[in-house]
Nanobody
Framework: QVQLVESGGGLVQAGGSLRLSCAASGRTFSSYAMGWFRQAPGKERVFVAT????????YYADSVKGRFTISRDNAKNTVYLQMNSLKPEDTAVYYCAADRDYGGSAYSYDYDYWGQGTQVTVSS
């Protein structure tokens, strides 16, 4: 069992930056691939970024490529999402998720555990 707790959300102006953190419980964190998803009001949850178990492989949605960076610190059981050049369309609840498969995935159904989400609001 893995428990995930996100933090770091908030209100920021367009063009600004935020760093989200996701702290995981359990001693097997380093064996999980991790992902970030987001859900805007009235819309489906969509993929943002994923990172494999070691941090050596990452993959991004086209909408955030070049602006967001996913990283992890296995010693701290934490995955991060650095978000730069934020746009109003990035406004959403952001969720982190853990996948028992080492490699990572862009599909929400591949993930086994989810956090409760953190709100990110970008004003224009």
């Amino acid at each position: 069992q893995v428990q995930l707790v996100e933090s770091g959300g908030g209100l920021v102006q367009a063009g600004g930056s935020l760093r989200l953190s996701c702290a995981a419980s359990g001693r097997t964190f380093s064996s999980y691939a991790m992902g970030w998803f987001r859900q805007a009001p009235g819309k489906e949850r969509v993929f943002v970024a994923t990172i494999n178990w070691s941090g050596g492989s990452t993959y991004y949605a086209d909408s955030v490529k070049g602006r967001f960076t996913i990283s992890r610190d296995n010693a701290k059981n934490t995955v991060y999402l650095q978000m730069n050049s934020l746009k109003p369309e990035d406004t959403a609840v952001y969720y982190c998720a853990a996948d028992r498969d080492y490699g990572g995935s862009a599909y929400s159904y591949d993930y086994d555990y989810w956090g409760q989400g953190t709100q990110v609001t970008v004003s224009s």
